[in-house]
């Protein structure tokens, strides 16, 4: 509007066959027409990342942390494998402890000791 009001009236000029004209146009050009709008705005649009979400600190760190945990190499695979052997060592250890009891001073030592001590008395 600001600009009609500067523009001088004479050079404002409308065609007169235009006006009160109506358009005439079949459904089948319409959905065309729509389809392509529609086709154009998809394609500007980008897809949205999906936001991480978290709460307090170190959020890069927990990131991190996380990626690592899927990472196996071969010194987790043998971390595996080593607890595997020291709980079936364990299982074992039990089994034969359930049927003999001895009263040395090594075994009073471990059953008095803490527990977080007791695997250094195997």
């Given at each position: ?20 004209g ?65 709980k ?24 008095n ?10």
């Open positions: 509007r600001a600009l009609l009001d500067k523009l001088d009236h004479n050079m404002i000029t409308l065609n007169p066959e235009e006006i009160g109506v358009e005439v146009s079949d459904p089948m050009r319409r959905q065309e027409r729509l389809q392509d709008i529609q086709a154009a705005a998809n394609a500007k649009l980008k897809p949205k990342k999906e936001k991480k979400k978290k709460r307090g600190r170190s959020k890069i760190q927990t990131q991190l942390r996380r990626k690592q945990q899927n990472v196996i190499d071969s010194q987790t695979v043998k971390l595996r494998e080593a607890r595997e052997k020291e079936e060592a364990n299982q074992a250890g039990a089994a034969q402890k359930d049927g003999e009891q001895d009263a040395s001073a090594d075994n009073e030592e471990a059953a000791a803490p527990a977080a001590l007791r695997r250094f008395f195997q």
